[in-house]
């Protein structure tokens, strides 16, 4: 099983990014995804969840920014993220908390300039 996180890159302070996640080599199609992220020297959050019947969680320090989607296939995972702030740079990672939940995959780095 392979995660493989992409769309990262350099953005100034206001600006959007959109993550993307796909799964491959998996056996069944992924309902339940996560988003995280680790910002040098901390622990990894938790940013953005979604669950099977399609209900959204997001940490209070993204909510009305950030919004996450899944594909129908259930094969690839979204993070659309807007207003971007400083605090926002990180690497970010996808989880399969349910399926797949010891694979994380090697990140996307968001770099957000003020």
């Known amino acids: 099983v392979q995660l493989q996180a992409s769309g990262g890159g350099l953005v100034q302070a206001g600006g959007s990014l959109r993550l993307s996640c796909a799964a491959s080599?998996?056996?069944?199609?992924?309902?339940?995804w996560a988003w995280y992220r680790q910002a040098p020297g901390t622990q990894r959050e938790l940013v953005a969840s979604?669950?099977?019947?399609?209900?959204?969680s997001y940490a209070d320090s993204v909510k009305g920014r950030f919004t996450i989607s899944r594909a129908s296939a259930g094969n690839t995972v979204y993070l659309q993220m807007n207003s971007l702030k400083p605090e926002d740079t990180a690497v970010y990672y996808c989880?399969?908390?349910?399926?797949?939940?010891?694979?994380w995959g090697q990140g996307t780095q968001v770099t957000v300039s003020s």
């Open positions: 989880n399969a908390p349910r399926a797949y939940p010891h694979y």
């Open positions: 080599g998996i056996s069944f199609g992924i309902n339940n």
């Open positions: 979604i669950g099977s019947g399609g209900s959204t």
